[in-house]
């Protein structure tokens, strides 16, 4: 089984710090993608990767950036957190066009 | 906008009882998937159905697609208590690496 980790289940941030969101996959996908999940708005994209140092935005990338250095890791960055980036964080991933693994989420919360 | 939109928002049903959740999209798809999501946790791909196709079984979950009306459904017969969940449909619009996801429907199955 495909198993995505994310590195943090809660986390609770000042505004202003930077921020790291770590998710690690084990199946060799290709594809990762970080999505932000919001009451009432469903699942909305902010980045993707379709291979090792290479991204491309989403719906919603302003304020965040992402790294993927090694192929089995992309990492979200909030450069300045701010309160509005108080969220459920989701990360997953996939080879080709097939399903979405997910992992459990990281609740980010920005006081 | 999003491509994806369930319906209904929510859905209270007795345990035995069918659910049928409805989503309708908006540009032309070659595949819709529906997942599932327990609270707080991740998201887990139940079913995906090609545009080709018009319906689809798995277990206790059957899935219609009418591509001419942009829109699918999810059916999950004799439900169980454990079948208490949020349910999103996703589709990847004009065959782009993109899934985009609905806001979901929040399903409570009464024991």
């Known amino acids: 089984d495909v198993k995505v980790t994310q590195s943090s289940r809660y986390l609770v941030k000042r505004t202003g710090e930077k921020v790291f969101l770590e998710c690690v996959q084990d199946m060799d996908h290709e594809n990762m993608f970080w999505y932000r999940q919001d009451p009432g708005l469903g699942l909305r994209l902010i980045y993707f990767s379709y291979d090792v140092k290479m991204k491309e935005k989403g719906d919603i990338p302003e304020g965040y950036s992402v790294s993927r250095e090694k192929k089995e890791r992309f990492s979200l960055i909030l450069e300045s957190a701010s309160t509005n980036q108080t969220s459920m964080y989701l990360c997953?991933?996939?080879?080709?066009?097939?399903?979405?693994?997910f992992g459990n989420g990281t609740r980010l919360t920005v006081t | 906008s999003q491509q994806g939109e369930e319906d209904p928002q929510a859905l209270s049903i007795q345990e035995g009882e069918n659910a049928t959740m409805n989503c309708s999209y908006k540009t032309s798809i070659n595949n819709l998937q529906w997942y599932r999501q327990n609270s707080g946790r991740g998201l887990v791909h139940l079913i995906l159905i090609r545009s080709n196709e018009r319906e689809k079984h798995s277990g206790r979950l059957r899935v219609t697609l009418d591509t001419s009306k942009k829109s699918s459904s999810l059916l999950i017969t004799a439900s169980r208590a454990a079948d208490t969940a949020s349910y999103f449909c996703a589709t990847p619009p004009d065959s782009s690496y993109k899934l985009i996801f609905g806001s979901g429907t929040r399903l409570l199955v009464r024991p």
């Open positions: 997953a991933s996939r080879v080709d066009s097939s399903p979405l693994h």
